[in-house]
């Protein structure tokens, strides 16, 4: 994502972050990680916590009034935007890096894996722009990740993302003064790759395998083959879709069926296969277009998100796309503080996926 102007000023005076905190913006909770850079080429974790969501209260911009006759309406981008009022949130010391990079959900935002001829120049960035297909760039923060350089006849492989304007401006309103100060943004689930390439998939650099990330109302799919992402997808599809169907058929409040999915003490089998059948058959047609178009066979599909604890869950993925079903730490193989970790988050290390690829980020641009 386009980094905030701090970073500008830190490559004039060429100072580089050693000292990040990743702040993953929820709708129930914020996750938190804290990364330190000890020397050039290593990193150690040394905090991560969980704290409430943000007090946000939205007021929404007046439509615009109608244009005379004869006259053309203008679009006042700006005036386009609502306000905010944001509480800002209180960092116990421990984690209070001296910048934030923040990830946020970005229900609405733009992803694309755009595939250009030759080498990247700058007529291949206005086509990187125009090819997210956007009704008005100045309402979006854009950016993009160069995945594979081409050269002459070889394709350049290219990640873009266009995060609207409305969901990016929330972020540094939580940290408006002192440390941290805010440093980037990016879409959440484009930060779990992030620590999935730096963990899980290097493992298996010569196969190719996938990877889901369940947030609340949204799901990113990715398949890596070879360690080069080859295609990703967002679905309007997250664990509040399987809740609502399990307070349904049960006729139970939220908090029941959350405990429900979670413990299994209820078969929710026939619920969740109900609800999950649709998404799961999207998601086969695309793992089967990629085995085609590169000769690959995905074995492995690893999740994060809250539909980890949900053995139905898993159990119905396993069995409908008929491979093996895998959760993972992104904190494996990481340097981490042995007091990094509160005991009561061991279990659940999936939950910092993002707030983790966010350091992991900010030191790889830097």
Known sequence: MNQLNIKELLDKFKRKPNDVVGIDIGSTSIKIVRMKKISETETIITAVDVIPPPVIQVTEPLAP???????????DTVAALPTFNVTPIELPARIRGKYAAFTVTGNSAVVKLVSLPGAFDAAAEEKVISSLG??????????????????????????AVALPERDAIIAPMLTPAGLPAPFSIEVAGLATLT????????????????????????TTYAIFNKGVLSLIRRFDFGTATIIEKVQE?????????????????????QAISDVMDPFIKQLTV?????????????LK????????VSRDAIAELNSAMGIEILTWNPFAGLNMAPDAMDEKFKGQEWRFAAALGACLATFEET
């Not at 979006?140 to 990740?145: A, D, E, L, P, T």
């Not at 058929?249 to 089998?269: C, K, M, N």
């Open 65 to 75: 009034a109608a244009a005379p006759v004869g006259k053309k309406e203008q679009t």
């Open 286 to 298: 695309s793992k089967d277009f990629i085995e085609r178009r590169e000769n690959c066979h995905v």
């Open 301 to 308: 599909m690893y999740i994060a998100g809250g539909l980890v």
């Open 134 to 159: 956007l009704d008005d760039p100045n309402l979006y923060r854009i950016g993009y990740k160069i995945l594979v350089e081409g050269h002459g006849k070889n394709e350049t492989k290219v990640l």
């Open 249 to 269: 058929a049960l006729g139970v409040d939220q908090e029941t069926a959350q405990g429900i999915i979670a413990d299994g003490a209820f078969d929710i089998s």
């Open 195 to 218: 620590s999935f390439m730096t963990t899980a998939a290097i493992q298996h650099a010569e196969e190719a395998i996938g990877v889901l990330e369940f947030e609340t109302t949204t």
